[in-house]
């Protein structure tokens, strides 16, 4: 967000409830971010887990995580739940997504978000902050992805870019955590952000 929205936003609702969105962000601190979903069109797609965890002192805080089940009623088939492991009955017992996402950014407060092609995960949570709050997510952002694609141009002007996941944590060392669940997820790419700003991007 624009340094000058995010003034505009403050004056206008820095009294209020999430008045704590527009503090300071906290210097060397992220909070990575994933969600699983039914699918992946934010336009008519649920969200089925959110999960996120802080990043800060060269450390993913596990403990003070943040994790949830979110309900929906939608049906979805049997590829989507091939792929993050929920089944349409446990999404039933979720909590309500409105109450997850307030719960969600008193916890994150003005903290940065991290992410691995973090866009799509704040495209779902969008419509949900919107009616929560009356504006978008303030937070500044970092994706993993972009991050780990100007390093690779950096090295190799002419090679081909890989941004596969599981391509990115076996480079830097990083095991891969719980794939294809919001809180595996979400630590891995922690703690891939950890490895990068410490080693760099590997050489070939």
């Known amino acids: 967000m624009h340094a000058l929205a995010r003034w505009w936003m403050r004056r206008r609702h820095g009294a209020g409830e999430w008045g704590g969105l ?16 039914t699918g992946l069109d934010p336009a008519r797609d649920h969200i089925l887990s959110l999960a996120a965890v802080p990043v800060r002192d060269g450390r993913v805080g596990l403990s003070e995580r943040f994790e949830r089940r979110v309900h929906t009623a939608r049906a979805f088939g ?7 492991r929920i089944t ?17 950014l008193h916890w994150l407060g003005p ?5 691995y092609h973090l866009g799509f995960d704040l495209d779902m949570l969008r419509p949900h902050v919107r009616a929560l709050a009356g504006f978008e997510l303030p937070n500044p952002t970092t994706d993993l992805a972009d991050e780990v694609a100007a390093r690779q141009r950096a090295q190799r002007p002419d090679a081909p870019v890989d941004l596969d996941l599981v391509h990115i944590a076996t480079r830097l060392g990083v095991p891969m955590i719980g794939r294809h669940t919001a809180l595996g997820d979400a630590t891995t ?7 990068l700003r410490a080693r760099g991007w590997p050489a070939d």
């Open 111 to 115: 903290r940065r978000l991290l992410g």
């Open 22 to 37: 527009f503090a300071p962000a906290p210097d060397g601190e992220w909070v990575s971010l994933d969600l699983e979903t």
């Open 88 to 104: 349409p009955d446990e999404a039933s017992t979720g909590e309500q997504v409105t109450d997850v996402v307030r719960e969600f």
């Open 189 to 195: 790419v922690g703690l891939c952000w950890v490895a």
């Open 78 to 84: 049997i590829e989507s739940i091939r792929h993050h």
